[in-house]
């Protein structure tokens, strides 16, 4: 016990007097949670539009001004020819072509049907659907007001209201009424950047000694090997619980008022089995690496696929099969979730139970690993 | 010339004994496109929905019947409570619930007017919106038809073309950013990491008092990252191209032309962080915490640059990745010429005259 202590002592002297290293574990996490969520922000809005009118008629005109008042579009452009208006695509500036074509008024009028012509720039699929769909809402709004107008006379609301049955759709949020999308976010990041703080310090840190050799002196002494993987595994242990709380309350709860509607004993006894396991998967990359740019290489690889594939950005569950199957094996999936349900929705423990039981697994098959394949031996 | 080259080989050598270090060179880009051409996808399919009927009549059967042939969801379960609905949606299970009040069909026959109520789970903002509109657009189409027979002719057929990306495919939007991505980190890294390495071990020193020009020792340092940062950009847009199935519109050269330049931007950036610090690690925290989230944020493939708080746009013009993914996409994807790409290519190339006159500036040919 001893033993431990000292070098606990000696670990954590190590890394408070690295005056260049300090800033990056406690400063810069929190000046990116800080930063981070007000740009991670996906709701579709400002959708640039370009309008082409040949028709210039009253209808066209209450058509445009529809549009500008709903909220979603700004017009950009507004001319007659096709060609500065998809020029205005290529350059960025516009997201949306609308074509009215000539004669619009009278053709609807006398033909009772005409069309409209619609180009989007759909390099982002998404946004370019939801950029259509409201666009079309629009034009359906627009267009049941004409056939209002056109109604026969003497036809009062009620009459109205007679032909059409109307489906009324009430929508609710739950856990998160007005769609704050920082309430999704900071949860997320908050996980990554505690993530990527402990698994690269910790790889790092054994490497470092390798590199330089004290490791050698470690070897000769009478310290235990698990004491020594103890020893070096602690510290970060404590300073990934510290940077979650500070990254938790100082910022998640009085910065962006995100008030925990879970347990958080619960929370934080998960956080702690999810540390273990991501210390262990730290170490087990540094007891393979012997440099310190191969332990980044190869934490740095593992760590961008276990971001990328943890539905932080992208719903897991639109993924395909193989897909789903690889996420559920990466430990930061299951925390982000168990952040969010707990944090959020007030999820107790018999709802978290199957992600827990998956952690305790990580934990236990990492650490193994990589204290099976740690040696004392050169 | 034949020291440079000699340093040249140097270097080559260091990168290629080490296999490690070849895995984020040449692993990470293949990973990337697969994960992003066949896992990842902003789009929301399968969402798991339930329906509370507690009309169980013809109106609504019809309403689910067209919610479950939509492949954006699928129909979880049926529950008939709400304390049920509650505990799903804390356990995460279901995402949406559709509830139809008792007597549906009757109020939308005899009264003209019927109520439903969609109830999301907002903890995911996004989705919780995009599921509430697909939604409502199964509903509306329906009621569309309960009122075809009432049609009055006046229509509005809006005629809507999906232009570059008809299939709507995430993988062209996601592509370029991953080669803005792949390239500003692989050399940002490497470069600053070999470097500072030498420092470390002290071997720069002996680098430094050999008759070669210390300036030299560096360049020499960075022409194997560019090499193999171009030969990186070949692969993903073969990749890209013939698995992906991506178009590819513009000129190749044009594309290679401007890429070298980033590539050099990103050099000349790897090239301050180690001439600022002393020790890996800081330079490797530097170039990981302090590049890769901010680049992934505002280089705008995952978040669109135009919803940030105006303070941040202005930040993001100082990421250089940003104005390599608009080139990127007008080259590969719009198929535009020089002309279209010129505003960006001068900022990449102020860019890189700024890093490299400080990392000169700051670069000492003396130790400590």
Redesign the interface.
């Known amino acids: 016990m001893r033993t431990l202590y000292f070098l606990l002592r000696k670990e954590f002297k190590q890394i408070f007097r ?1 005056k ?2 300090l800033p ?2 406690f400063i ?2 929190l000046i ?1 949670l800080l ?2 969520p ?9 959708i640039n539009i370009s309008i082409i009118d040949n028709d210039h008629s009253a209808y066209s005109r209450k058509l445009l001004k529809d549009i500008t008042a709903s909220g979603y579009f700004k017009a950009v452009g507004y001319g007659n020819s096709f060609q500065a208006a998809f020029r205005q ?4 500036q516009a997201d949306l072509i609308l074509e009215i074509p000539a004669g619009f008024e009278k053709n ?2 006398n033909e ?19 950029g ?2 409201y ?2 809402r629009v ?1 359906e709004d ?2 049941a007001g ?2 209002l107008s ?2 026969p006379a003497g036809n009062d609301q009620q009459v109205g ?17 007005f ?3 920082r ?2 976010m900071v949860p997320g ?1 908050l996980v ?2 505690v993530t ?2 402990c698994v ?1 310090m910790c790889a ?1 840190n054994i490497v ?1 000694e390798k ?1 330089i050799g004290t490791i050698e002196q470690i070897n000769v002494t009478p310290v235990k090997k698990h004491l020594f993987i103890l020893g070096k595994l602690i510290p970060f242990w404590i300073i990934g619980l510290f940077v979650f709380t500070v990254g938790l309350f100082g910022i998640g709860r009085l910065v962006y008022g995100i008030v925990p509607q879970g347990n958080l004993l619960l929370l934080y006894g998960f956080l702690s089995l999810y540390l273990v396991a991501l210390l262990g998967i730290g170490l087990l990359i540094s007891t ?2 012997e ?4 332990a ?3 934490a ?2 593992f760590m ?2 276990f971001m ?2 943890s539905g932080l ?3 897991v ?4 099969a ?2 789903k199957f ?1 996420a559920n094996c990466n430990p930061v999936t299951h925390f982000i ?1 168990v952040m ?2 707990v944090l ?5 423990f ?2 978290i139970q199957f992600p827990m039981l998956m952690m305790v697994g990580f934990a236990i098959f990492f650490n193994t690993w990589a204290i099976l394949n740690y040696k004392k031996t050169v | 010339m034949k020291q440079f080259t000699s340093f040249v080989r140097k270097e080559f050598y260091h990168v290629f004994r080490d296999p490690k270090s070849l895995l984020i060179l040449f692993g990470m880009p293949i990973t990337l496109i697969v994960l992003f051409g066949f896992a990842l996808t902003n789009e929301i399919k399968n969402a798991r929905i339930v329906v509370c009927d507690y009309a169980r009549d013809a109106a609504s059967q019809q309403i689910i019947s067209r919610l479950s042939v939509s492949n954006n969801f699928s129909i979880h379960q049926s529950i008939m409570s709400h304390e049920e609905l509650e505990s799903s949606f804390k356990s995460g299970n279901i995402q949406l619930a559709i509830v139809i009040p008792a007597h549906f069909n009757d109020d939308l026959l005899h009264l003209k007017h019927a109520q439903l109520q969609i109830i999301a789970d907002a903890s995911d903002p996004n989705t919780a919106t995009t599921l509430t509109s697909y939604a409502q657009s199964v509903i509306n189409s329906y009621q569309q038809e309960l009122r075809s027979y009432h049609k009055s002719g006046l229509q509005i057929i809006p005629e809507i073309r999906m232009l570059y990306n008809p299939e709507l495919k995430g993988a062209t939007n996601f592509v370029p950013g991953v080669m803005a991505l792949v390239l500003l980190l692989v050399c940002v890294l490497m470069t600053s990491v070999s470097i500072v390495r030498e420092k470390e071990l002290g071997t720069m020193e002996l680098l430094l008092v050999s008759p070669f020009n210390p300036m030299m020792v560096i360049v020499a340092k960075a022409v194997p990252y560019f090499v193999l940062s171009l030969l990186n950009l070949a692969l993903i847009v073969l990749l890209s191209v013939g698995l992906l199935g991506m178009p590819f519109q513009g000129s190749v050269l044009l594309l290679f032309a401007v890429s070298s330049l980033f590539i050099i931007t990103a050099l000349s950036l790897g090239l301050l962080i180690s001439n600022s610090t002393s020790s890996q690690q800081t330079a490797m925290l530097i170039s990981l915490m302090g590049m890769l989230i901010p680049t992934m944020m505002f280089t705008g493939f995952l978040f669109p640059l135009e919803n940030m708080p105006v303070a941040l746009q202005v930040i993001a013009n100082a990421v250089p990745s940003k104005w390599y993914y608009s080139i990127v996409k007008s080259i590969m994807i719009k198929g535009l010429g020089f002309s279209a790409i010129w505003k960006e290519t001068l900022i990449l190339l102020g860019m890189t005259i700024f890093l490299l006159t400080i990392s000169f500036k700051k670069f000492k040919t003396r130790l400590a």
Do not use: H
């Not at chain 1, 180009?119 to 982002?124: E, S």
């Not at chain 1, 959020?344 to 107790?348: A, I, M, Q």
């Open positions: 690295n260049a290293l990056m574990i810069a996490p990116q930063i981070l007000l740009a991670a922000d996906y709701e579709v809005k400002n695509i290529e350059q960025d609807l009028v009772g049907a005409q069309s409209l012509f619609i180009a989007v720039n759909a390099i982002n699929g998404s946004k370019a659907t939801l259509a769909s666009l079309r034009v627009f267009n004409i056939r056109w109604m209201n007679d032909q059409q049955a109307v489906i009324e759709t009430v929508s609710s949020n739950w856990y998160n009424p769609l704050n999308y309430f999704f990041i990554t950047l990527m703080i690269y790092l470092k590199e393979y690496a440099t310190q740019q191969q980044m290489s190869v740095f690889f961008m696929i990328l594939m950005f992208t719903s569950d639109s993924m395909p193989w897909a690889l979730k969010r349900m959020l929705k007030g999820s107790g018999a709802d």
